[in-house]
């Protein structure tokens, strides 16, 4: 899958870009730089530097997503090219997907009085889940 992706948006098909789009698809989750040069090494070394100039070649190409989250990090997903909505915990960093879309109607009205054919969106809601509550103190 990861061939076709960099193939479609004519990057060059490399093992540590394909390893990075991997590991953000098995996650499936919100990551850093960090986290995925972390997961990367032990099956193929490379240097912040590399992970960091593919992330942003992927991001360019409309293949990833990057957020910057209240931490002062970048998140990077893979995009899904639609729309998505979310709710972040800025504890755990964990993400829950929402799968109705409340923001149909503004998008249409959006459209209309702008001329813009909206080709998707991202919503994305910030909060502690309920695991992350019960371990703070009240």
């Known amino acids: 899958m990861s061939q076709t992706i960099l193939k479609n948006a004519d990057l060059k098909s490399t093992k540590k870009r394909r390893l990075l789009l991997s590991i953000l698809q098995s996650e499936n989750r919100a990551m850093t730089a960090e986290e995925l040069l972390e997961k990367a090494m032990p099956i193929l070394p490379m240097n912040a530097s590399t992970v960091y100039r593919a992330l942003n070649s992927l991001t360019e190409k409309g293949i ?3 957020t ?3 931490d002062g990090k970048a998140y990077f997903t893979l995009e899904k090219h639609d ?3 979310r709710l972040t915990c800025t504890v ?3 993400v829950i997907s929402i799968d109705s879309c409340p923001l149909e109607e ?3 009205d959006l459209a209309k009085k702008t001329g813009f054919h909206i080709t998707g969106h991202t919503l994305e809601f910030h909060g502690v889940c309920p695991d992350c509550r019960k371990q703070q103190p009240h």
């Open 83 to 85: 729309h998505h909505h």
């Open 68 to 70: 910057l989250r209240k």
């Open 92 to 94: 755990c960093q964990k």
């Open 64 to 66: 990833l997503s990057k």
């Open 106 to 108: 503004l998008t249409e």
